[in-house]
């Protein structure tokens, strides 16, 4: 689900979705696919430049995910979708295999999401 003010990003040679644009009042900011920031706000040319250096690699990236009671733990993402990215607890850097995946709707990213850099 793309939110109003997310404007898709696609890699010009393959058409694949890189991330999404939002205009804020300080320039345009680079958002992965589910919604978490990749920069501060810039000029658009830099957002773009972002999302083509990061959006898809960011992926592998360890993240931290915050759980209904607000703790955060270190996740591995599995999966993204333009409307959801699924995560599993990576306590020691690697996905764990038997661990429960859970969803994260691309509306909830940005608030349950962060780098762990």
């Known amino acids: ?34 919604g978490a920031r990749l920069a501060e706000a810039g000029t658009l040319e830099q957002a773009e430049a972002v999302l083509r250096a990061r959006g898809l690699s960011c992926l ?25 990215v699924v995560v599993v607890p990576a306590p020691w850097g690697y996905a764990d295999p038997g661990a429960q995946p859970v969803v994260v709707a691309a509306e909830n990213g940005a608030d349950r999401l962060r780098p762990l850099r």
Do not use: C, I
């Open 1 to 34: 689900m793309v939110l109003p003010g997310w404007t898709p990003y696609r890699r010009h040679e393959d058409d694949e979705l890189l991330g999404y644009l939002v205009q804020e009042p300080g320039g345009t900011v680079p958002l992965t696919l589910f």
């Open 60 to 84: 592998a990236d360890p993240w931290l995910f915050r759980q209904d009671d607000g703790e955060e733990v270190r996740v591995a993402l599995v999966a993204a979708y333009p409307d959801r």
